[in-house]
């Protein structure tokens, strides 16, 4: 009897965290800028699109952003496909705005040795 309502608890608790920090998960590109210490905003921007080019176009990019899909769907369950298919809708069709390819994007940018600011 005890291990079940424990376990009811449990479970509320976590629906309860996961609600809390879903919109933590928005996050969209335009909210933090890149950084790295005496690099130009031009030579910054030149940096940023070259790892779109590799995100969108490379295998290696392509790759990264389809592990980074499917953890999120092995990870999050029922839940992460409802969130993906909220940001499939939400995207309006541009690429640079799906997390997989954003968090191949972010991955190219710290490789440069750029940091993310908030």
């Known amino acids: 009897m005890w291990g079940s309502l424990r376990v009811k608890r449990a479970r509320?608790?976590?629906?309860?965290?996961?609600?809390?920090?879903?919109?933590?998960?928005?996050?969209?590109p335009d909210q933090h800028t890149w950084v790295k210490a005496g690099v130009a905003d031009s030579d910054r921007e030149k940096d940023s699109a070259a790892?779109?080019?590799?995100?969108?176009n490379?295998?290696?990019?392509?790759?990264?952003?389809?592990?980074?899909?499917?953890?999120?769907?092995?990870?999050?369950?029922?839940l992460a496909l409802l969130v993906d298919s909220a940001e499939s809708s939400a995207n309006n069709g541009d690429p640079?705005?799906?997390?997989?390819n954003q968090a191949a994007h972010?991955?190219?940018m710290t490789?440069?040795?750029?940091?993310?600011?908030f």
């Open 12 to 28: 509320a608790c976590m629906c309860a965290l996961s609600v809390a920090l879903l919109p933590a998960c928005a996050a969209t």
């Open 58 to 78: 490379s295998p290696e990019g392509r790759q990264k952003a389809d592990m980074v899909k499917t953890a999120r769907l092995i990870g999050g369950g029922p």
């Open 96 to 100: 640079k705005k799906v997390l997989a």
């Open 51 to 56: 790892c779109w080019d590799y995100a969108l």
């Open 106 to 108: 972010n991955d190219c």
């Open 111 to 117: 490789e440069k040795g750029y940091e993310a600011k």
